[in-house]
Every structure is written in structure tokens, then in C-alpha cells.
């Protein structure tokens, strides 16, 4: 089975920080969810949506996660970035983290109010990307200022992501047109925010596509993780993630495409 290049519907659970400021939360526990989660999505999979799904998982909570989808093929990505820190640190020098993981994996990075030192850090790990023939996805996240301006600034300092993940919103029209002004880029990738996915269908309902799809997080897994912490058992509240995943898929009102550059 081939990798899936550039699936639709991607389930973000690679937070670190949040999962352990929850009281109760312990590594154990954390990483027990990650892995039930990923297997209660796959599970419940027809066999021909594997390519539409994907995971972004990372290497301290989700290993066990993360061997469970590469054993079914199905697209994942891993964060390089320091979870929690500002500005924006890496794990390791980018090439040494990239050299440790498979050929197939992407490469998730998150930046928080973009300005040039933090460009700085992109343009090493992109480097790295390209000297080894990997692929990236830039998640952007603006606390303060135009969503717009940041990635017209992050274009124009050279970053040519191959998927853009940012919030629904002013400013994603730009955001499109840096996507489809690059020849590899798959396109852009609507996140979560936390929202409940009613207010996401409702939100992304009144925008112009198509886009790439969305990589939604804490919309799917947050309740079900607390009430997990609460007493609900693990495999109950994994099944909830799971069909929270299928509702997100099923009621997504965009058209959803990709770039083959």
C-alpha cells in the first residue's frame, strides 16, 4: 500500500504541554490515550477512506501511536518544535532530527507570531528539508496582528512549506494565494481552535475553497481526555475520539483539493 501523499482529514493529538497541564495527567496515561486513540480511528476506517485520514503525532507521547499508523501506511507527521517554549526552539539541529526519522515521515512545525528571528529557525530547518528531499507543514498561529501579513512575511522571506496549517478567518485568502503561488505546495490546512465541530462546520461553511482539508486536535480529543481523567474508561473515551474524528469528515462543508506540483 502507498503512503497516502496528502490526505483530507487529519487528527492532531502531538500536544505535549496541554495534556500535561491537566491535573491527574501523568506520561503513562498520556501516552496510553494517544496510542487507543490512533487505534480506535483506524479501527473504525472503511478501507477507502485510510488515504482520505492522518495523524500528527509526537515522538514523547505517541511513539506507540505513531508505530500503529505506519503499520497501516496511513500519513503522519511529527512536531520539531519545543512544545510550550516562545519564540520558536527546535528539538534538535534540523538535519541530525531529520536523519533520525523514516524518509516518509512530515515534519510539523508551529510558530506563534512570526518576526525574523523565528524566520531565521524556519529557513535552517527548510534547508534541511530540501538538502534531504523532506516535506514540512507550517502551522502559523496569530495572537496578535493579520494572518495575512504573517504568512505574506513568511513567503517573502523565502518559506515555501509544502502544507500551511492556520485558523479560518481573515487573511486565509492570502494564505491560499501563498499556497498556490508555490509548485510543491499540497495547500492549506484549516486547525481546530478548540471549537466544538458544530462551530467549525458552521465557521468553514461560509468560506471560499477548496482547501487542502483540516488538522483538528483538542475539537476531537479534549473532552473525551478529561472525562478519561474523570473515570471514563480508556477504551470508551478513545471510541469517543474516534467518532468525533467521523463526524468531523463527515459533515466538512468545503470542497477539498491539493496541488501536485
Same mark, same amino acid.
Given at each position: ?166 485558523? &479560518? *478567518?481573515?487573511?486565509?485568502? /492570502? ?7 508555490? @509548485? !510543491?505546495?499540497? #495547500?492549506?490546512? =484549516? ?20 482547501? &487542502? *482539508?483540516?488538522?483538528?486536535? /483538542? ?7 478529561? @472525562? !478519561?481523567?474523570? #473515570?471514563?474508561? =480508556? ?21 477539498? *483539493?491539493?496541488?501536485?506540483?
Amino acid at each position: 500500500m502507498q503512503l497516502a501523499e496528502s490526505p483530507h482529514f487529519i487528527l492532531a493529538i502531538d500536544h505535549r504541554k496541554w495534556f500535561e497541564d491537566q491535573p491527574g495527567a501523568t506520561p503513562g496515561i498520556i501516552s496510553e490515550f494517544k496510542a487507543a486513540v490512533v487505534r480506535a480511528a483506524l479501527e473504525s476506517l472503511p478501507p477507502a477512506d485510510v488515504s482520505q485520514v492522518g495523524f500528527i503525532l509526537d515522538h514523547q507521547y505517541g511513539g506507540a501511536a505513531m508505530t500503529a499508523a505506519s503499520q497501516r501506511r496511513v500519513w503522519t507527521a511529527e512536531p520539531v518544535e519545543q512544545s510550550g517554549v516562545f519564540p520558536l526552539a527546535l528539538l534538535d539541529a534540523p538535519r541530525r532530527w531529520l536523519e533520525q526519522r523514516p524518509a516518509d515521515r512530515i515534519t510539523k512545525v508551529l510558530v506563534f507570531d512570526p518576526d525574523e528571528g523565528q524566520a531565521r529557525v524556519l529557513q535552517s530547518l527548510q534547508d534541511a528539508c530540501e538538502q534531504l528531499g523532506r516535506r514540512y507543514l507550517l502551522e502559523v498561529v496569530v495572537r496578535k496582528g493579520d494572518l495575512g501579513q504573517s504568512v505574506d512575511f513568511l513567503s517573502q522571506s523565502g518559506l515555501r512549506p509544502h502544507w500551511w496549517k492556520v485558523a &479560518a *478567518g481573515p487573511g486565509l485568502a /492570502r494564505v491560499q494565494a501563498a499556497a498556490e503561488s508555490s @509548485a !510543491h505546495c499540497r #495547500g492549506v490546512l =484549516l486547525l481546530g481552535g478548540g471549537e466544538s465541530i458544530e462551530a467549525l462546520h458552521a465557521g468553514w461553511a461560509a468560506l471560499s475553497g477548496p482547501v &487542502a *482539508g483540516c488538522a483538528v486536535g /483538542r475539537s476531537l480529543f479534549g473532552d473525551p481526555f478529561l @472525562a !478519561h481523567l474523570a #473515570g471514563l474508561p =480508556l477504551p470508551e473515551a478513545a471510541g469517543q475520539v474516534a467518532q468525533n474524528f467521523r463526524k468531523l469528515r463527515a459533515g466538512f462543508p468545503l470542497p477539498v *483539493g491539493r496541488q501536485t506540483g
